[in-house]
DNA sequence: TTGTAGGCGTTATCAA
DNA sequence: TTGATAACGCCTACAA
């Protein structure tokens, strides 16, 4: 082995320039300035030498990183994973680098990866994944937030947006109640919720879009068919045995009084409650059908294919990581984006 | 605004001690000495202060970066977003951060993220992902990553071990194999394969072990039955469509020389292959069974439930995380991980 | 135990 | 157009 780095210098004295020319020859400086002649000189020196610039010292010396920090729940999860996709599209076309973490919904490790990028100087932190209601750990990311935007990084949310920045909202609401006005439309008349845990404002604004939109119909939803699990297939599949065990939804098809119509408020989970139908002897859709949201690409081939609400999740990674980098304005922006219905066979016309 | 930042100067100014000591209170040096007393007043200067260390100045007085870069042909592949789960939490573990870059299976932009973390000085590089038999593709990616290396980096790599880096490979060939005596002694004897790309090498290992597997029972399989396509979901449509319009599946089931079941080299092309069966009127799996690969968490509940085999994908993740962090050998280290036949309701028992 | 001072690799300011 | 030289923020021998 050589000299263990080759730095800067060694290109200068190799090319025969002083630091300072070298610098400006290799980063073409802002008062680009350099002959020709001694450019090649530099460029060629530095081929020579394997020269490769250290990122750490530029981002101290300019003042400026070029890192983007991104913190989801749980990546393994397909509907993060996908908004990570736009997310990393985006930063690469500002020239910027993606630093991951997947907090497991950990508030804890939230506040701790803001507190990493802050110490990383990241130029912009993106947070995707609903809140839940928990005042206290909701304080404590906004004030982290606001704390590393007084510090001049940019901040934008995926979500909720009651953490003081810049925040892509889904129409949560308006889809479900238009969901619901679909599958009423189709001749359902009697419907469960698999809504989520309590605490958790994405489920809710879910929940209750989908019961306005019933109620707007003169239908409404008896609290026992609303049933709250974990916001995962697991989750999913529990309550729809819970529905199953309090007799709502019944082998055979629905009769007077029983579920017609399960709407999950996310994809797996109706996957999860699909599994559970099928493992009770349920068939899904002729004894209930079901729904769920988010149009995750993965299970767009299931059987029968899922009715749903469609998210341009890609395209709202690389808007929230447009918002992040743009500069911030004195009133944090609210970019809402609408989901589209999605009628499929698991939700067929109903006599 | 005060000051646009706060250094640790201004710390050990406000706590009236020199820089050193501030510096050694905060981080707790390897030699540890500093009065308990002083340790206070510093950390409460440095509180009072909302101190927080640019972690780009440490990397670079310590000469030695926190980051550990991680590169996956598609992040909202759930295949490589499982993995992804493994490698953050390893990361995590070791105190690292990973810096995400999802190359679209371009290998010049492989290179150009190896490039980026050479300039980051990253700790570590992990390539997930299979490749391609591109020689020139891989010598270059070989050389960066040799490269890299001799810079002191650490790298890892999930696949084949063919870029002279330690390597956790997956046991395609020996776990297709067995999946192909399963189906054989599950009564299948007229196998067609969804290949994936010609060129890909995992998928050829799959297909390899595959036939190998049926040749030890003495069954071949024609070359009209094997069917290169894309290694994505669409490939898997498209390419059981060509076998459907060659008349080798057909709706009905098989009858003498048709094909009763299709392996298709991963889950999701086993997903797009059941789809276009589907749309053909050909029911899975009365007429025609099939098995995919890896397993993938969410498409656990898929009706019928697919036969595959499982890979343990985040523990591979954290795997090649702490290989490529741990001190390197002069030989590359192969270390193979063994995927589990599952069979399910996608290839009943044949009469 | 604490402080002084040099160095990490670049960029940027200011003369020349 | 080029070249010294001072930052940038922190760590760490070395000295006191």
């Given at each position: 082995?050589?000299?263990?780095?080759?730095?800067?210098?060694d290109?200068?004295?190799?090319?025969?320039?002083?630091?300072?020319?070298?610098?400006?020859?290799?980063?073409?400086?802002?008062?680009?300035?350099?002959?020709?002649?001694?450019?090649?000189?530099?460029?060629?020196?530095?081929?020579?030498?394997?020269?490769?610039?250290?990122?750490?010292?530029?981002?101290?010396?300019?003042?400026?990183?070029?890192a983007?920090?991104?913190?989801?729940?749980?990546?393994?999860?397909?509907?993060?994973?996908?908004?990570?996709?736009?997310v990393?599209?985006?930063?690469?076309?500002?020239?910027?680098?993606?630093?991951?973490?997947?907090?497991d919904?950990?508030?804890?490790?939230?506040?701790?990866?803001?507190?990493?990028?802050?110490?990383?100087?990241?130029?912009?932190?993106?947070?995707?994944?609903?809140?839940?209601?928990?005042a206290?750990?909701?304080?404590?990311?906004?004030?982290?937030?606001?704390?590393?935007?007084?510090?001049?990084?940019?901040?934008?949310?995926?979500?909720?947006?009651?953490?003081?920045?810049?925040?892509?909202?889904?129409?949560?609401?308006?889809?479900?109640?238009?969901?619901?006005?679909?599958?009423?439309?189709?001749?359902?008349?009697?419907?469960?919720?698999?809504a989520?845990?309590?605490?958790?404002?994405?489920?809710?604004?879910?929940?209750?879009?989908?019961?306005?939109?019933?109620?707007?119909?003169?239908?409404?939803?008896?609290?026992?068919?609303?049933?709250?699990?974990?916001?995962?297939?697991?989750?999913?599949f529990?309550?729809?045995?819970?529905?199953?065990?309090?007799?709502?939804?019944?082998?055979g098809?629905?009769?007077?009084?029983?579920?017609?119509?399960?709407?999950?408020?996310n994809?797996?989970?109706?996957?999860?409650?699909?599994?559970?139908?099928?493992?009770?002897?349920?068939?899904?859709?002729?004894?209930v059908?079901?729904?769920?949201?988010?149009?995750?690409?993965?299970?767009?081939?299931?059987?029968?294919?899922?009715?749903?609400?469609?998210?341009?999740?890609?395209?709202?990674?690389?808007?929230?990581?447009?918002?992040a980098?743009?500069?911030?304005?004195?009133?944090?922006?609210?970019?809402?984006?609408?989901?589209?219905?999605?009628?499929?066979?698991?939700?067929?016309?109903?006599?």
């Amino acid at each position: 082995m050589s000299r263990m780095t080759v730095t800067l210098s060694d290109v200068a004295r190799e090319a025969g320039v002083s630091l300072a020319t070298a610098s400006r020859a290799i980063n073409g400086s802002a008062n680009r300035t350099v002959r020709p002649e001694l450019r090649e000189k530099v460029l060629a020196a530095a081929q020579r030498l394997k020269y490769s610039p250290d990122a750490n010292a530029q981002a101290m010396a300019r003042g400026r990183t070029t890192a983007l920090g991104l913190i989801v729940h749980d990546i393994a999860d397909p509907y993060f994973s996908t908004i990570a996709s736009g997310v990393t599209a985006a930063a690469e076309r500002a020239g910027l680098v993606v630093t991951l973490a997947s907090t497991d919904r950990d508030p804890e490790r939230e506040l701790a990866f803001v507190d990493l990028m802050q110490r990383q100087r990241a130029r912009a932190i993106i947070v995707a994944g609903g809140r839940s209601d928990d005042a206290e750990a909701n304080a404590a990311l906004t004030e982290a937030l606001a704390e590393y935007r007084s510090r001049g990084g940019g901040a934008a949310v995926i979500g909720q947006a009651l953490l003081g920045v810049d925040t892509v909202t889904i129409e949560n609401e308006a889809s479900t109640s238009e969901l619901a006005s679909r599958l009423h439309a189709l001749g359902y008349r009697r419907f469960a919720i698999l809504a989520g845990p309590e605490g958790h404002l994405t489920a809710r604004a879910r929940l209750t879009g989908f019961r306005d939109g019933l109620a707007a119909h003169g239908v409404s939803i008896a609290d026992e068919d609303v049933v709250h699990c974990a916001f995962t297939r697991d989750g999913g599949f529990e309550g729809m045995q819970e529905l199953l065990s309090r007799g709502r939804v019944r082998p055979g098809g629905a009769r007077d009084g029983h579920v017609d119509a399960v709407f999950a408020v996310n994809d797996v989970m109706a996957v999860g409650a699909m599994a559970a139908a099928r493992t009770a002897g349920v068939t899904v859709p002729d004894d209930v059908g079901i729904a769920g949201f988010d149009d995750i690409i993965t299970l767009r081939d299931i059987t029968p294919s899922l009715t749903t609400i469609r998210l341009p999740l890609a395209d709202i990674g690389s808007l929230v990581t447009e918002l992040a980098l743009s500069p911030a304005k004195p009133e944090p922006r609210v970019v809402p984006v609408d989901g589209e219905v999605i009628v499929r066979d698991s939700t067929p016309r109903r006599d």
